[in-house]
C-alpha cells in the first residue's frame, strides 16, 4: 500500500529548491505555492536565506518532522539526505525529480538500489527517480506545465515517460478534460504504473473515486497484477483507456512454431488488455479523446443520429461511425415530417439531420429533443457545430449544455471552430463540459469503446484434466520437442480428441500398423518441424504397396527419426496453439489450420487461464468466422468443440507451465467433431 503521506502530506520539504522558475526545483516550488498548498513548506538550499518568499534551510539536518520530500538534486547526494530524512525526519513519501539513475549507469542503478532499501525500511513510498512527479488535489507536485484543471471527477493518469504525461495532458486539457491525480512514475524503482493502479484499486470508493483511469505504459514489468487491478477496477465501475508502446520491435528468439512465429510480446499486451477489459490506444490523441468519451453518458446501443449545419463533417462522420460498426440510420414518418417544419427551407432530417449554416439555436434545440423523444431507432446523437466568425455562437453552445443535462440520450458535442469561436467553446468548457474538436476521432472513439470487452469473470472453470499423468510426463520430459509417444499421451490426459496414430520405423511396421488403423491413411516424417515444406506428408495412401515405397522415400529426408502414419479423415483445417511469454505466462492462440495459418495469418490469442466465453470470443473474433460457422452451402464447424478444445490447451498449460510452444495443427472441424491430427509440444524448463 502507499503511504499516505504521499497522497495527502500535511508537510512537503523542497530539496534543491531554488528562485529559478526555468529549473526543476524553481519551477516545482512555484507549482506548489500557486496550486495553493495548505500544509507546511519548506524549502532546503545551502546557498541562500530566502526562496520565493519562504525561509530556506541550509540542509535537511535543520529540518522539523516533515511528510514528504521532493528532491531536485544531483543524484549522488540523494543517498544520504533519505538516509537523514527516514531516520531523523520521519519522512514517508518521497518523489526524486533528478535523473542519473538506472536510466544512465550501472553506478546509478546501485544508487537507485540504495535509496529504495533504505525507504522499504521505514515503509515508506517513492515515486521515481528522473521523473516529473506527482499532481493530485492535495498539491501540484510537479516541474512542468499544464496544470489541469483537478477535479475528484476528473481522471486519475499514470504514465511511464514524464514528457508523455505533459503531451497527454496538452492534449487533453484543451478539449475540457479535467484530472484527478497524475503520477509519473519514472525509472519505477519502487512504485511503477502496475503498483498506482493497485492503490487506486484498494482504495477505490464508489461514491468518491474517480471513475476514469488513463495509463500510458513503456514496459509491463508485472502483467497479472496489471490484469488483477485493471479487471476489478472495471468490475467496480471504471473504465480504463491504455497506451503500451514499443509494441513493434522484432522478438528476440527466433521461433520454431507455428504458433511461436504469430505471437509476439506485444499480442501478448492485446490479450492481456481484453481479458482486464482495458480499452487500447495508439496515440495521444486516440487516448484523450477515448477518455472524453468515458466522461460522457454511456453508449448502450450503436445507433447515432448526426445533427448538423455541415454537410462535410457529417459526412466524415457517418463513414468513420459505419466503417467501424456503428449505424447511422434513416430517421422517416410522420414524426421526422413533423421536425422538418420547424427547420428552414432546404434542411434534412433523414439522419445526418442537417438544419444549414443559418440554423438557430431553437431549431437545435427542437431537434434535440425530437431525437431524445421521438425516435426509438435512435440510441445517441453527436452534435456538429462550428461557425464561419461572422456571429457568436454561446446562445447555441449554452442550450447544448442545457439539453445534456437532461437528455436520456447521450450527446456528444463536436465543436470545431477551435480559433473562430474560441471564446464561446472557452465559455462551455467552463461549464465543465469536453469537446470533440474531431469528428473522425470521434467517431472511431466510440466505436472502440462500444465494442471493448467486458473483463472476464473472476473465476474461470477450467474442463477437467488428469493432472497427475500430465505431471508426471512433465516431470519426466527434457527440454526440447516430446517425442510422438509422448504427445499422444499428454493429449490423452488433457483430453482433446485425436485421430489414431502408429509411428513406425520398418517397413513392415508401417503396412500393419496402416492396415489396422484403416485405410486410406496419411503418413508424415517425424522429426522435421516444417513437414509439408520437405515433402514429408503424403495423403490419401489406399493400398500397401504406396505405402512401402513412401516409407522408403521419406525416411531419407533430413532428420527423419520415424513415419507417423493416421487414418485419412476429413474436415476444416483449424489450429489452436499455446506459446509462454516471458512474465506474462501462456498465451493460447486459435484459428484455421493447415497452410492457412501462415498464409491468412489470421489468429485470435488470449491469456490463459482461459473461460469458455474468452474462447468462444476469441473464434467469433476471427476473420475466417464465417468458414468456421459454414459458408455458401459448405459444412462448418462444431464451435462448442472447438472452443472446449482452446480451453483444454489453456488447462494444459496452466498445469504444465514448462511448455513453452505447443501447436495443434490442424484439427480436423466438422459439425459432428474435432480431431487433433497433428501435434508438437516443446518443452522448456
Same mark, same amino acid.
Do not use: W
Given at each position: 500500500?502507499?503511504?499516505?503521506?504521499?497522497?495527502?502530506?500535511?508537510?512537503?520539504?523542497?530539496?534543491?529548491?531554488?528562485?529559478?522558475?526555468?529549473?526543476?526545483?524553481?519551477?516545482?516550488?512555484?507549482?506548489?505555492?500557486?496550486?495553493?498548498?495548505?500544509?507546511?513548506?519548506?524549502?532546503?538550499?545551502?546557498?541562500?536565506?530566502?526562496?520565493?518568499?519562504?525561509?530556506?534551510?541550509?540542509?535537511?539536518?535543520?529540518?522539523?518532522?516533515?511528510?514528504?520530500?521532493?528532491?531536485?538534486i544531483?543524484?549522488?547526494?540523494?543517498?544520504? =539526505?533519505?538516509?537523514?530524512?527516514?531516520?531523523?525526519?520521519?519522512?514517508?513519501?518521497?518523489?526524486?525529480?533528478?535523473?542519473?539513475?538506472?536510466?544512465?549507469?550501472?553506478?546509478?542503478?546501485?544508487?537507485?538500489?540504495?535509496?529504495?532499501?533504505?525507504?522499504?525500511?521505514?515503509?515508506?513510498?517513492?515515486?521515481?527517480p528522473?521523473?516529473?512527479?506527482?499532481?493530485?488535489?492535495?498539491?501540484?507536485?510537479?516541474?512542468?506545465?499544464?496544470?489541469?484543471?483537478?477535479?475528484?471527477?476528473?481522471?486519475d493518469?499514470?504514465?511511464?515517460?514524464?514528457?508523455?504525461?505533459?503531451?497527454?495532458?496538452?492534449?487533453?486539457?484543451?478539449?475540457?478534460?479535467?484530472?484527478?491525480s497524475?503520477?509519473?512514475?519514472?525509472?519505477?524503482?519502487?512504485?511503477?504504473?502496475?503498483?498506482?493502479?493497485?492503490y487506486?484499486?484498494?482504495?477505490?470508493?464508489?461514491? =468518491?473515486?474517480?471513475?476514469?483511469?488513463?495509463?500510458?505504459?513503456?514496459?509491463?514489468?508485472?502483467?497479472?497484477?496489471?490484469?488483477?487491478?485493471?479487471?476489478?477496477?472495471?468490475?467496480?465501475g471504471?473504465?480504463?483507456?491504455?497506451?503500451?508502446?514499443?509494441?513493434?520491435?522484432?522478438?528476440?528468439?527466433?521461433?520454431?512454431?507455428?504458433?511461436?512465429a504469430?505471437?509476439?510480446?506485444?499480442?501478448?499486451?492485446?490479450?492481456?488488455?481484453?481479458?482486464?477489459?482495458?480499452?487500447?490506444?495508439?496515440?495521444r490523441?486516440?487516448?484523450?479523446?477515448?477518455?472524453?468519451?468515458?466522461?460522457?453518458?454511456?453508449?448502450?446501443?450503436?445507433?447515432?443520429?448526426?445533427? =448538423?449545419?455541415?454537410?462535410?463533417?457529417?459526412?466524415?462522420l457517418?463513414?468513420?461511425?459505419?466503417?467501424?460498426?456503428?449505424?447511422?440510420p434513416?430517421?422517416?414518418?410522420?414524426?421526422?415530417?413533423?421536425?422538418?417544419?420547424?427547420?428552414?427551407?432546404?434542411?434534412?432530417?433523414?439522419?445526418?439531420?442537417?438544419?444549414?449554416?443559418?440554423?438557430?439555436?431553437?431549431?437545435?434545440?427542437?431537434?434535440?429533443?425530437?431525437?431524445?423523444?421521438?425516435?426509438?431507432?435512435?440510441?445517441?446523437?453527436?452534435?456538429?457545430?462550428?461557425?464561419?466568425?461572422?456571429?457568436?455562437?454561446?446562445?447555441?453552445?449554452?442550450?447544448?449544455?442545457?439539453?445534456?443535462?437532461?437528455?436520456?440520450?447521450?450527446i456528444?458535442?463536436?465543436?470545431p471552430?477551435?480559433?473562430?469561436?474560441?471564446?464561446?467553446?472557452?465559455?462551455?468548457?467552463?461549464?465543465?463540459?469536453?469537446?470533440f474538436?474531431?469528428?473522425?476521432?470521434?467517431?472511431?472513439?466510440?466505436?472502440?469503446?462500444?465494442?471493448?470487452d467486458?473483463?472476464?469473470?473472476?473465476?474461470i472453470?477450467?474442463?477437467?484434466?488428469?493432472?497427475?499423468?500430465?505431471?508426471?510426463?512433465?516431470?519426466?520430459?527434457?527440454?526440447?520437442?516430446?517425442?510422438?509417444?509422448?504427445?499422444?499421451e499428454?493429449?490423452?490426459?488433457?483430453?482433446?480428441?485425436r485421430?489414431?496414430?502408429?509411428?513406425?520405423?520398418?517397413?513392415?511396421?508401417?503396412?500393419?500398423?496402416?492396415?489396422?488403423?484403416?485405410?486410406?491413411?496419411?503418413m508424415?516424417?517425424?522429426?522435421?518441424?516444417?513437414k509439408?515444406?520437405?515433402?514429408?506428408?503424403?495423403?490419401?495412401?489406399?493400398?500397401?504397396?504406396?505405402?512401402?515405397?513412401?516409407?522408403?522415400?521419406?525416411?531419407?529426408?533430413?532428420? =527423419?527419426?520415424?513415419i507417423?502414419?493416421?487414418?485419412?479423415?476429413?474436415?476444416?483445417?483449424?489450429?489452436?496453439?499455446?506459446?509462454?511469454?516471458?512474465?506474462?505466462?501462456?498465451?493460447?492462440?486459435?484459428?484455421?489450420?493447415?497452410?492457412?495459418?501462415?498464409?491468412?495469418?489470421?489468429?485470435?490469442?488470449?491469456?490463459?487461464?482461459?473461460?469458455?466465453?474468452?474462447?468462444?470470443?476469441?473464434?467469433?473474433?476471427?476473420n475466417?468466422?464465417?468458414?468456421?460457422?459454414?459458408?455458401?452451402?459448405?459444412?462448418?464447424?462444431?464451435?462448442?468443440?472447438?472452443?472446449?478444445?482452446?480451453?483444454?490447451?489453456?488447462?494444459?498449460?496452466?498445469?504444465?507451465?514448462?511448455?513453452?510452444?505447443?501447436?495443434?495443427?490442424p484439427?480436423?472441424?466438422?459439425?459432428?467433431r474435432?480431431?487433433?491430427?497433428?501435434?508438437?509440444?516443446r518443452?522448456?524448463?
Amino acid at each position: 500500500m502507499i503511504a499516505k503521506e504521499l497522497i495527502a502530506p500535511k508537510s512537503i520539504v523542497v530539496v534543491g529548491g531554488t528562485d529559478n522558475i526555468h529549473a526543476p526545483g524553481g519551477k516545482l516550488l512555484k507549482n506548489l505555492l500557486d496550486g495553493d498548498f495548505n500544509g507546511d513548506l519548506y524549502v532546503v538550499n545551502p546557498k541562500k536565506d530566502e526562496i520565493q518568499g519562504l525561509k530556506v534551510y541550509h540542509s535537511v539536518d535543520e529540518l522539523p518532522q516533515v511528510d514528504m520530500a521532493i528532491m531536485a538534486i544531483a543524484a549522488k547526494f540523494i543517498p544520504d =539526505t533519505v538516509e537523514i530524512l527516514t531516520e531523523q525526519k520521519a519522512t514517508k513519501g518521497f518523489i526524486i525529480l533528478s535523473a542519473g539513475f538506472s536510466e544512465e549507469s550501472h553506478e546509478g542503478e546501485e544508487l537507485e538500489k540504495q535509496i529504495v532499501e533504505q525507504i522499504n525500511k521505514y515503509d515508506g513510498s517513492l515515486i521515481g527517480p528522473n521523473c516529473i512527479g506527482v499532481l493530485n488535489t492535495n498539491y501540484n507536485g510537479v516541474f512542468t506545465t499544464p496544470i489541469p484543471t483537478l477535479d475528484p471527477n476528473g481522471v486519475d493518469f499514470i504514465s511511464g515517460s514524464g514528457a508523455t504525461a505533459v503531451f497527454i495532458m496538452e492534449s487533453g486539457v484543451p478539449k475540457g478534460l479535467t484530472f484527478n491525480s497524475v503520477y509519473s512514475v519514472g525509472n519505477s524503482a519502487q512504485l511503477g504504473v502496475e503498483e498506482v493502479l493497485e492503490y487506486l484499486d484498494e482504495t477505490f470508493d464508489a461514491q =468518491t473515486s474517480s471513475k476514469v483511469k488513463l495509463l500510458y505504459i513503456e514496459n509491463i514489468d508485472k502483467p497479472k497484477k496489471l490484469l488483477k487491478h485493471a479487471s476489478s477496477l472495471i468490475r467496480k465501475g471504471c473504465k480504463i483507456a491504455a497506451i503500451k508502446s514499443g509494441g513493434s520491435e522484432a522478438g528476440s528468439r527466433a521461433a520454431s512454431s507455428h504458433t511461436g512465429a504469430l505471437a509476439s510480446s506485444d499480442t501478448a499486451v492485446e490479450a492481456l488488455f481484453q481479458k482486464a477489459g482495458i480499452v487500447r490506444c495508439h496515440s495521444r490523441e486516440e487516448l484523450t479523446t477515448i477518455a472524453s468519451v468515458f466522461m460522457h453518458k454511456e453508449l448502450e446501443g450503436k445507433k447515432i443520429a448526426i445533427i =448538423t449545419h455541415a454537410g462535410g463533417p457529417a459526412v466524415m462522420l457517418t463513414d468513420a461511425l459505419s466503417n467501424n460498426g456503428l449505424e447511422v440510420p434513416s430517421i422517416e414518418g410522420a414524426k421526422a415530417e413533423d421536425l422538418l417544419t420547424k427547420l428552414f427551407p432546404g434542411s434534412s432530417v433523414a439522419n445526418p439531420i442537417d438544419f444549414l449554416a443559418t440554423g438557430t439555436a431553437e431549431q437545435l434545440g427542437d431537434i434535440i429533443d425530437a431525437v431524445d423523444n421521438d425516435f426509438d431507432n435512435i440510441d445517441a446523437m453527436v452534435v456538429v457545430f462550428g461557425s464561419p466568425g461572422l456571429f457568436p455562437v454561446f446562445d447555441v453552445y449554452d442550450l447544448l449544455d442545457e439539453k445534456m443535462k437532461t437528455t436520456k440520450k447521450p450527446i456528444y458535442p463536436v465543436l470545431p471552430s477551435v480559433v473562430n469561436v474560441a471564446e464561446e467553446i472557452k465559455h462551455f468548457l467552463a461549464k465543465g463540459r469536453i469537446n470533440f474538436p474531431d469528428e473522425v476521432l470521434l467517431g472511431e472513439a466510440l466505436a472502440k469503446v462500444y465494442y471493448s470487452d467486458k473483463p472476464v469473470e473472476e473465476k474461470i472453470e477450467l474442463p477437467e484434466v488428469d493432472s497427475e499423468k500430465i505431471r508426471s510426463i512433465i516431470d519426466a520430459a527434457n527440454n526440447g520437442y516430446l517425442e510422438p509417444e509422448k504427445v499422444v499421451e499428454l493429449l490423452d490426459a488433457a483430453g482433446i480428441n485425436r485421430a489414431g496414430e502408429a509411428v513406425v520405423t520398418t517397413k513392415k511396421a508401417a503396412v500393419e500398423k496402416a492396415n489396422n488403423l484403416g485405410l486410406p491413411v496419411v503418413m508424415k516424417v517425424v522429426g522435421p518441424v516444417h513437414k509439408s515444406d520437405v515433402g514429408g506428408v503424403v495423403l490419401n495412401v489406399n493400398d500397401n504397396k504406396t505405402i512401402e515405397s513412401e516409407f522408403e522415400r521419406m525416411m531419407k529426408i533430413k532428420d =527423419t527419426t520415424a513415419i507417423l502414419i493416421q487414418p485419412m479423415l476429413s474436415g476444416t483445417e483449424l489450429f489452436v496453439g499455446a506459446k509462454r511469454e516471458d512474465k506474462f505466462g501462456h498465451m493460447v492462440l486459435c484459428g484455421l489450420g493447415g497452410i492457412f495459418i501462415e498464409v491468412l495469418e489470421d489468429v485470435k490469442a488470449g491469456l490463459a487461464p482461459l473461460s469458455n466465453t474468452e474462447a468462444h470470443q476469441m473464434i467469433q473474433g476471427l476473420n475466417s468466422y464465417g468458414i468456421i460457422r459454414g459458408a455458401r452451402g459448405q459444412e462448418g464447424v462444431n464451435e462448442d468443440m472447438f472452443a472446449e478444445n482452446v480451453q483444454r490447451v489453456s488447462a494444459l498449460v496452466n498445469i504444465a507451465p514448462e511448455i513453452f510452444e505447443m501447436d495443434l495443427n490442424p484439427l480436423l472441424g466438422s459439425p459432428n467433431r474435432v480431431v487433433a491430427v497433428d501435434a508438437r509440444i516443446r518443452i522448456e524448463k
